[in-house]
């Protein structure tokens, strides 16, 4: 039987990994066949095809008449950056350059990365500069598999492609080659349009860890308040427990280089994603600073700190006036639209009520808390401790003590803000674990009223 008459069941071969059958299907004069044939050792992936496969990615000037040729050459690429044979390498650079079919030279950029050729880094960086952004893409991918520090400076140069894709795989490539010249470039896309390359930029910068800290520190304590706050971002992902007290002192003393508000509200977020308790203090000078920006990150910093000490699985209730975390085995429920809560544990040993009061007329904080000792006194319940504190602009009190009739535990706590006041009020049996304690303690630790 001639090759003319040769009408090979491709999808057979390639079941049976018959290469020497689709090695000649590959030849077919029927290009459909050539076509399954060359999708087939794409699958297959057998280092037998390489020589035939290289055949097959030829290009001249009169197959641009025939697509069905095109998606041959566009398969012979992918397949040969399966097999990974060097010998790929010069033919695949030619079809990236010259190749007239725009998935085909893609594909090639593609196929350069995966069989790891230092010999095609040069070939690469000049594809970065493509008229397509489909080849760029792939060349700045291609660089990053290979690892190269040829490679940093011009992906660096391609940071600023003006396709996001470009931008997006540019970042993973330096993200994967690890040099600390990337850093300062990488920061300014934490500003980018695209919401994807902003999110892949700060994984790189928060994946380089160790190496990218010193650098970023360096950067933190520059002039320039947008590399400032950029850099305080990035250190907070990366979670180093060394930047607590610089921070700290950031949020503290209120030096004129730290008073930019992007700069501090970023500085808080960076601490509450760290979450170390030291930085609990300063966080809550930073609730009265003059930015809402500042204020609004401390606040969740604060909660993020508190809610890291409870060890189960909790979800938060929020009515926009008031906002915490609770345990996500708990119920809690509106009684009075923003005027009365109820919730308690599964096994009703913790029962929970949230009153707010808003016509206290002339009433002092110092005469709420004298109106509860007053109240403990008459149903008797023995006052066992009683302090006050203050989170930013909010004061609060904490009363506990034991009920003489039924020996319960009672714990008010009553939070005032400007004319607000709000107390809750937790009614606890004997003997409960610790466990149950924990989820007191985030519910007090987490409530906050929002004005």
């Known amino acids: 039987m001639s090759d003319d008459d040769y009408y090979p069941d491709v999808n057979t071969l390639e079941k049976n990994k018959d290469v020497e059958g689709l090695i000649r299907a590959l030849d077919n004069d029927d290009y459909l066949i050539r076509k399954e044939a060359a999708r087939s050792l794409k699958k297959v ?136 010249r990337a850093i300062k470039p990488l920061l300014n896309l934490l500003s980018d349009e695209d919401s994807d390359v902003r999110r892949k930029t700060i994984d790189v910068l928060a994946n380089m860890g160790d190496k990218a800290f010193n650098p970023l520190m360096d950067l933190f304590y520059e002039k320039d308040w947008y590399i400032r706050s950029k850099a305080a971002k990035v250190l907070g992902e990366i979670g180093d427990k060394k930047v607590v007290e610089p921070f700290i002192e950031v949020l503290s003393k209120k030096r004129k280089e730290d008073r930019n508000r992007y700069v501090r509200g970023r500085v808080a977020e960076a601490l509450g994603k760290i979450g170390d308790l030291r930085a609990i203090d300063a966080l809550i000078n930073a609730l009265d600073d003059d930015t809402i920006f500042v204020r609004q990150k401390a606040e969740e910093a604060i909660i993020r700190i508190r809610s890291l000490d409870y060890h189960g699985e909790f979800t938060q209730f929020s009515n926009g006036s008031i906002s915490f975390n609770y345990p996500n085995n708990w119920i809690i429920k509106t009684l009075v639209t923003d005027e009365k809560y109820e919730g308690h544990n599964p096994n009703l040993s913790v029962k929970l009520t949230i009153y707010k009061k808003s016509d206290l007329e002339d009433l002092s904080f110092d005469d709420l808390i004298k109106i509860w000792d007053e109240i403990f006194e008459y149903q008797n319940i023995t006052t066992t401790t009683q302090n006050t504190s203050r989170m930013g ?59």
């Open 393 to 451: 602009k909010t004061n609060a009190f904490f009363l506990m003590g034991e009920s003489m009739g039924t020996n319960n535990v009672i714990i008010i706590v009553g939070y005032m803000l400007y004319e607000l006041f709000y107390y809750l009020h937790f009614t606890i049996k004997p003997d409960v674990s610790d466990n149950e304690q924990e989820d007191i303690d985030l519910i007090i630790n987490t409530f906050r009223i929002h004005i």
């Open 45 to 180: 992936g057998d280092s037998r095809a390489i020589v035939p496969l290289i055949q097959s990615l030829k290009y001249e000037k009169w197959q641009s008449d025939n697509p069905i040729l095109g998606t041959v050459r566009e398969f012979a690429a992918e397949a040969l950056g399966k097999i990974g044979d060097g010998r790929a390498v010069k033919p695949l650079i030619y079809a990236m350059k010259e190749d007239d079919d725009l998935e085909v030279r893609w594909k090639s950029a593609w196929a350069l990365g995966e069989i790891g050729d230092l010999s095609a880094v040069d070939a690469l960086i000049e594809a970065l500069k493509s008229d397509s952004w489909n080849v760029r893409e792939s060349a700045a991918q291609s660089l990053g598999k290979l690892r190269t520090l040829e490679g940093v400076d011009p992906l660096i140069v391609a940071l600023e492609d003006k396709e996001w894709r470009v931008r997006k795989n540019t970042v993973v490539a330096l993200g994967k080659i690890g040099d600390e």
